[in-house]
């Protein structure tokens, strides 16, 4: 079992697009119990990996609450760097 | 979508990266703010309870090497520093949640490089700073200070970070201030041999620290940085405590006993040990802000908010020791504040010229 902060970044590894939402639904099975599994520590990672080079982002949308839902992506280059860290 | 609804959307998401921004160089300024309070800590708890005798050359430490004064004490204050960090550290770890990836990061790559840049920057640098400052004088404090730029020129070749040239005018700045804050305690040292040996000790200071904040905040893209500052005190206190105490000592002629004998002491030394318990969590958390800094803003940015520690660690020796303790001589001098202002002006630079770069990109 990976580190959270991994799997995260493993779940972009086959070329899907995902937001946040997504992410935790992949992951809820093997770590919905992990206190960094909220919202907020979530879009952290997300961004941090994407300020970084490691996913990028597809589109976005704001929601009703102002809240604005991001998804994202790695092309090959980028799983190519993920793979050579997590694997 | 409506041309109205989707400037309201760009402005949202726009709001959204700025907050992220700010975020970030808010952790790294905080970073080295928290620095001071672990110099003032650690400072006044090697000068407290046990530590007298050990720089006094009495009591346990009586028969002490002159070597042993200098080396395995720097080690030994680092070790113990580093040990309750790392204890504060898995303690705050295990509240919010963490062992569990801490031993799962360890079997990865990232936890690897994580131990490897906590050797380098722990241990080594430190090492080599001490070095450099007994053998050149404190005039090796600006080279010391060099860690940022270095730190920068790695984020750029390794990991292809922005490095504009706006950017290197701010690091730079930063790096003049440093100098300027420094100077107040520069000794003249004549420039012989052994003080170009202490320079360059002082180079490899700089280059361990910029190894390990380039590598290290990169490594927290990946691993999470709760995780990465308990492998990294963990790994520094043991190496320092274990490693480097031995090997000092036995350089030093004192023996291995001996070197035990004084980090047994100053663990169980109850006046001086809850002053490095405080020194270690201002430490942790300075640390892994550090790292996180870095990895949200990029090396350059990262350990330019980092650098202000060159003020920090002046001012809050003198609030703790200086008006806390009663200590004499730890006012800072006009060039402190002087070259705080310095600084601020250097870190507003780099920060615009990153988030321009990042816009051009």
């Known amino acids: 079992m990976l580190p959270l902060n991994m799997a995260i970044l493993d779940v972009f590894t086959d070329g899907s697009v995902n937001s946040r939402a997504d992410v935790q639904e992949k992951l809820r099975a093997n770590y919905g119990n992990f206190k960094a599994f909220k919202d907020a520590s979530m879009d952290d990672a997300l961004q941090t990996a994407m300020s970084n080079g490691l996913i990028a982002e597809d589109h976005y949308e704001v929601e009703s609450d102002g809240y604005v839902k991001i998804w994202y992506k790695s092309d090959k280059d980028m799983i190519d760097v993920i793979n050579s860290y997590i694997r | ?361």
């Open chain 2, 1 to 361: 979508m409506s041309n109205n609804a989707a400037t309201n959307a760009v402005a949202a998401k726009e709001a959204r990266d700025k907050s992220y921004r700010k975020k970030g160089i808010m952790i790294a300024l905080l970073s080295g703010f928290l620095y001071g309070g672990y110099t003032a800590f650690m400072t006044q708890g090697m000068a407290t309870g046990v530590w007298g005798d050990l720089y006094g050359g009495t009591g346990i430490a009586a028969g002490m090497s002159a070597f042993a004064a200098v080396y395995t004490l720097s080690a030994l204050g680092a070790a113990v520093n580093d040990l309750c960090s790392g204890v504060w550290s898995i303690i705050y770890g295990a509240i919010i949640g963490r062992i569990g990836d801490v031993g799962r990061t360890l079997k990865t790559k990232p936890g690897r490089i994580l131990i490897v840049a906590a050797i380098i920057g722990g241990p080594l640098a430190s090492t080599a700073y001490v070095i450099g400052l007994q053998m050149a004088g404190s005039i090796i404090v600006p080279i010391a200070a060099l860690n940022a730029c270095i730190g920068a020129i790695i984020g750029r070749f390794l990991y292809g970070q922005k490095l504009s040239v706006g950017m290197v005018a701010g690091i730079l700045i930063c790096l003049a201030a440093a100098i300027l804050i420094g100077s107040s305690s520069m000794t003249g040292a004549e420039i012989n041999g052994e003080a170009i040996l202490g320079m360059v000790a002082a180079f490899g200071a700089a280059l361990g620290w910029g190894i390990e904040g380039a590598v290290g905040g990169y490594a927290c893209c990946i691993a999470d940085y709760e995780c990465a500052i308990i492998i990294r005190q963990v790994t520094s206190g043991l190496v320092n405590g274990v490693v480097l105490v031995s090997i000092l000592s036995v350089m030093g002629g004192d023996g291995i006993g001996n070197g035990f004998k004084w980090l047994g002491a100053a663990l169980t030394d109850t006046p001086s040990l809850w002053m490095f318990f405080v020194a270690g969590m201002f430490a942790s958390f300075s640390f892994k802000f550090w790292y996180k800094g870095a990895a949200m803003c990029g090396a350059a940015l990262g350990m330019g908010c980092n650098g202000t520690y060159a003020f920090w660690g002046p001012f809050w020796c003198f609030i703790v020791i200086g008006l806390g303790f009663g200590v004499d001589g730890y006012a800072i001098p006009w060039q402190g504040w002087v070259g705080a202002a310095v600084m601020v002006g250097g870190i507003l630079l780099l920060a615009i010229s990153q988030d321009k770069a990042s816009r051009e990109a």
